[in-house]
């Protein structure tokens, strides 16, 4: 009798474990206690334990009240593990059935008040200043900072856009539209030293996933952001690690089994610059109190093909890394840092210097990291900004720039006023420098959800707006907005003289402008003038000596170099050594 009795406890022992792994493997808690899911876990472990225990005792209980039968409830002498039946009662010791329950619950009591104390001890109420000084700001100069870049390397495509671009590109590939559909990660990154949005393929259900598993995903999306271009780039080997696998090939189990007392934040996808696919699951610390205050302090990169991982510390984290640390996370910590600024009352009563982010943000590409853009106005005001703040999402460095001017709202609206009568629909705006002019570029979609039109619209002043069918047009037309503005200098932009012989000229039509390209004697360079550049434009040809006022491109730049300032300045029957640049002496013309 005792060796079944053993054998009945040895079974509810099996079984507790069995429903106990079944939750991690479906909650997926850091086995830490400073991971509140965890805390949870425990708790629910507790009411597993005492349901597999005590349910069969409770219900043989209950059914011999029916029969008219003695129960007796005891402890077995030897196990001490609670028993029931028609034993012997010398063998039993009779024990209450509320011991054990009073047991499990008042350990359930004790979690749930430590737990409630470690979120006190965390409040902000009594932390406010540890919540400000979570993320550091430097005060910086925009024009020295945000240099201004080639046309031709504006991104355009906003998420929305990305995710239509990718369905067409996959919906063109009719073998795997039946099979896979898309992840809508989209991820931002630097490829390439431009801007793209990546995305992987996911099953599209577990029929699907069956049939193609031992292959994996083939392939991931690529969105151009500034031509729109769209890949789907094949993989030799298919990614066999992603949250659309199951069991242990889901990228979160993976993670968790291989790293259990890790805890982890959202986890990305992103591209090597080999153009490898990986996904980067930043690791959580908490700088203040037991579980508040929550920063990234590493990452683990997982190969999406062959499940192969390596944990970096945030200072290791390879520079192809883009986005460490997740928006979200960034926001609320500029939100804290602008609140609390003077205290924590201050924050709900005086509000003296409080701040906060605006209700959107951007990404700009900078020296191959990607920053997080936004806006920040007082708690006040609703319709201005006292300045912006870039954020470098793979180290949380973070410029503020005090320049007040309009809310992104604001100008969105601005450039929707300009062409009203299309009804289109202006995205989040990109940040730009725009001749030393903090200047927000719009794109403007139909209906459809594609791009149109493009805006440009003055930080400062937003009524001063620039719309056209290419973004040469509407930046030409922002800047003659910029001078019909009579209390608005157009800032020279630090441009570059030089002079040439005209090798080779011809005149297009673009967006309903003349626009002038030719080439100088000695060069390759390709310079392109709009027609209201100067009223030379239309006599000139090839032979003629030039006086050129040019914003000078960046390394790397497209081979088009915008000019500013055209003159004639020597006969054509005169040559000449093409010169070295000189130093601008007055501002462009216009």
Known sequence: MKKK????????????????????????????????????????????????NFMTVVKRFFASLGGGRRVIIGRDTATGMPIFGREQEEEREPISLAEPLKIGFGAIAVLIALSFLASLLGAKLFNAGRYRDLIQITDRDFTADVAEINMNQIPVVDKDTAVRLGSRKLGEMTELVSQFEIQEDYTQINYKKSPYRVTPLAYADPIKWLFNRQKGLP????????????????????????????????????LRFSYPTKMFDQVTFEIDDEGTPYWVAPTITYRIGWWNGKDIDGAVLVNACTGESQYYAKADVPQWIDQLYHSNLIIEQLDDNGRFQNGYFNSILGQRGVRRTTYGYNYLAIDDDVYLYTGMSSVTADESNIGFVLVNLRTKETRFYAIPGATESSAMASAQGQVQHLNYVATFPLLLNISDRPTYFISLKDGAGLVKMYAFVDVAQYQIVGTGNTIDEAKENYRKALNLEADVELPSGQPQEIKGIIEDIADVVVGGNSCYYFTLKGQEQVYTAVITVSEQLPFAKPGDGVSLKIVVPEAGAASTVEVTGFSITRPESETAEFPAAEPVTQAAEN
Request: aromatic share 16%; proline share 2%; net charge positive.
């Open 5 to 52: 009795r053993i054998v009945s406890v040895l079974g509810r022992v099996f079984v507790s474990l069995i429903v106990i792994f079944l939750m991690f493997y479906v909650m997926l808690p850091a086995i830490n206690l400073r991971d509140q899911n965890f805390i949870m876990f425990l708790i629910l472990s507790i009411l597993a334990v005492l349901t597999v």
């Open 219 to 254: 392939a991931y999306i690529t969105v151009n952001m500034v031509t729109q271009e769209t890949d789907l780039v094949w993989l030799e080997s298919g990614m066999k690690y992603s949250p659309s696998e199951y069991f242990f090939r889901n990228i979160y189990r993976c």
